[in-house]
């Protein structure tokens, strides 16, 4: 193969990952919303969120603005459901820069909560972006007193990943897939829980 050949496969391989990026079928590649959208005490976010973890919307508007990671506001209505403390006073303890391991030990959440069933696939494997915390659950499962390294990512997508099965009906697995592609789930949210 002389060099122009070669050159002009590195442009359609270059134009054919481009094109896989932004058309995959299945992912949702959506602007990202506004804090100040997302979250405004009439938006679709707010009226969900309210309503599925039973709060009222100005809490959730409140947190949505004073948290830095919107899907925080998640973790912070979901700890609040099984823990019983205000969802303010949970958004208090992150945004003094407590990590949501540190805070649901002080909550005394224990971590083997936040996961959703994956069936079959917690046997074969989940999605790269689930391994690390499946495999911390697996390690726990044979070993009660391993404590979970999970980090702010993984509390994150488990808490979205349960919310998301819980109110969708979609199986677990096809929502692991989806986010492991790149969606976010404030667009997964958006556009399947009514």
């Given at each position: ?25 299945g992912v949702s590649h959506a602007q990202q919303i506004e804090k100040d959208t997302l979250w405004s005490s009439s938006s679709q976010m707010t009226y969900l969120m309210s309503r599925k973890y039973g709060v009222e ?138």
């Amino acid at each position: 193969m002389d060099n122009t050949s070669g050159k002009q496969l590195n442009r359609y391989v270059l134009i054919l990952a481009i094109f896989l990026l932004f058309y995959l079928p299945g992912v949702s590649h959506a602007q990202q919303i506004e804090k100040d959208t997302l979250w405004s005490s009439s938006s679709q976010m707010t009226y969900l969120m309210s309503r599925k973890y039973g709060v009222e919307k100005n809490v959730v508007t409140i947190l949505g603005k004073m948290l830095e990671n919107d899907d925080d506001v998640s973790v912070c209505l979901y700890l609040y459901t099984k823990s019983s403390i205000h969802p303010q006073d949970i958004m208090g303890l992150k945004r003094k820069g407590m990590a949501w391991k540190q805070i649901m030990k002080s909550l005394k959440f224990d971590a083997d909560k936040l996961f959703t069933e994956a069936g079959i696939y917690e046997i074969f494997g989940v999605p790269q972006k689930f391994k690390h915390s499946y495999g911390e659950l697996k390690k726990w499962q044979k070993d009660p007193s391993h404590e979970m390294n999970l980090t702010d990512d993984d509390v994150r997508d488990l808490v979205q990943l349960g919310f998301l099965v819980r109110n969708s009906g979609i199986p677990p697995i096809n929502i692991m897939r989806e986010r492991n592609a790149g969606a976010s789930w404030t667009n997964m949210i958006l556009n399947r829980v009514k």
